[in-house]
Structures are given as structure tokens and as C-alpha cells.
């Protein structure tokens, strides 16, 4: 247990429909990461934010998804009208500045 | 971001050293290099990480040459549980951080 807690661990849903994913960081983490990873690949970047600021997004990141970090701690990740492409792992990393990544167990998303 | 380049997959034997090279040939004067763990349904857990020459830690050491445009992360006297995805990173440690992660290297320890 690295203390990035995740949930849900799995979710399946069907085609279309919302899905919403958290991240719960260890506590003097400011900055916090999502990750999506495909069977056979590394983790791919999706987004990033220091305390609450969103600075960073990747091109990845479809306007069907958004994520929030409301007051610096805990983050929601969330894809609308899910499709079949979606099904990943999603990933969630934190760390303090100039230290390492503490990564979650991740959200397995099945879409059918 | 510098790319970096690992072998695809490894073998290796329990009880044996286990030596994996990643090159990082455009790596930046103020990137480090670190490596990563990736067990099947689970994160990615943190290894080790250097800037130049020699680092050891309870779990593996990491080499690295002077023109820092490799690494090698060495595993000692790997068990089965050893048998995992292994992920080499380089980047700066200040400022944004974001984690650029290629396909790794599959490491499979047999009896």
C-alpha cells in the first residue's frame, strides 16, 4: 500500500454512459497525476495538478473527460459517454516536490 | 522529454544478477534517471533514481556512465517475485515532473 488510495478498483459500465473516478493522495502531496495505461503498455499521461491548479493536460484528454482537485487534496476523474476506447487502466500518481511518484492501484474501467 | 530506449523483454533465473540497460541518448543536463516497477494490476513503484555514477539501495543499484547517455539497473540474486515490468524514466525533478513512461522491459524469473 504506497497510501494513493483509488477507488472504485473496477467499474464496468456500458457504452455511453458517465463514469467518475477518484483519488484520494497521502496527505502533504501537492502534486498529483492521472495516468491511463493499456494492456502491454506504459502508463500514458493524461493530466496533471499542483494543489488545485490544473496545469497541465494532455491532448489525450478528449473534451468527454475532465477532472477536478477541488481543494488540493482528494481528485475526481470523470469520462462522459464512454466508449469502448476507454477501457484502461486509470492511474493516479502524487508526490511532494523534487521527490518520488507514489502511484495507487488504479481504476480498471470496462466498457461494453 | 528525453526518449528512452529499453529491450523489450528478459529472462533470467532465480539466485541470478539481472542486469537491464536503457538508453537515453538526448537525456538533458538536469534530468535524472529513474526507474520504475510495474507488478500485473498494480501501479508503478518507485526503484531507484541517479544523476551520475553509482546508486545502491536495499533493492538494486543503477550505473551510470559519465556521458550519461545510458543506465543500467541492476537487480542482485533476483527471486521470482522479481518477475515484473520494469520502466526507466528521465526527467528533470523540479518544476512540473511529469513521468514519461515508454513500454518497458518484461523481466521473467524462472525456478
Known amino acids: 500500500d504506497t497510501g494513493v488510495s483509488q477507488d472504485p478498483r473496477h467499474k464496468i459500465t456500458k457504452r455511453g454512459q458517465n463514469v467518475t473516478f477518484r483519488c484520494d493522495p497521502i496527505?502533504?502531496?501537492?502534486?498529483l497525476y492521472w495516468y491511463r495505461q493499456t494492456l502491454g503498455q506504459g502508463p500514458e499521461f493524461l493530466t496533471y495538478?499542483?494543489?488545485?491548479?490544473?496545469?497541465?493536460k494532455s491532448r489525450l484528454l478528449s473534451d468527454r473527460f475532465s477532472a477536478e482537485r477541488p481543494k488540493g487534496s482528494f481528485s475526481t476523474l470523470e469520462i462522459q459517454r464512454t466508449e469502448q476506447g476507454d477501457s484502461a487502466m486509470y492511474l493516479c500518481?502524487?508526490?511532494?516536490?523534487?521527490?518520488?511518484?507514489?502511484f495507487g492501484q488504479g481504476t480498471r474501467l470496462t466498457v461494453v | 522529454l528525453a526518449k528512452t530506449t529499453q529491450p523489450i523483454s528478459m529472462d533470467s533465473y532465480e539466485g541470478q544478477e539481472v542486469n537491464i540497460t536503457c538508453s537515453h541518448n538526448?537525456?538533458?543536463?538536469?534530468?535524472?534517471i529513474t526507474w520504475y516497477q510495474q507488478f500485473p494490476s498494480q501501479g508503478p513503484r518507485f526503484i531507484i533514481q541517479?544523476?551520475?555514477t553509482k546508486v545502491t539501495n536495499e533493492v538494486a543499484s543503477l550505473f551510470i556512465p559519465a556521458d550519461r547517455k545510458s543506465s543500467t539497473l541492476s537487480l542482485p540474486r533476483v527471486s521470482l517475485s522479481d518477475t515484473a515490468v520494469y520502466y526507466c524514466?528521465?526527467?528533470?525533478?523540479?518544476?512540473?515532473?511529469?513521468?514519461?513512461f515508454g513500454t518497458g522491459t518484461r523481466l521473467l524469473v524462472s525456478p
Open positions: 500518481a502524487t508526490r511532494r516536490s523534487n521527490t518520488e511518484a507514489f
Open positions: 496527505s502533504e502531496h501537492n502534486r
Open positions: 495538478f499542483q494543489n488545485e491548479a490544473q496545469l497541465e
Open positions: 538526448n537525456i538533458a543536463t538536469n534530468d535524472y
Open positions: 541517479g544523476y551520475k
Open positions: 524514466l528521465v526527467g528533470a525533478i523540479t518544476g512540473f515532473q511529469k513521468l514519461v
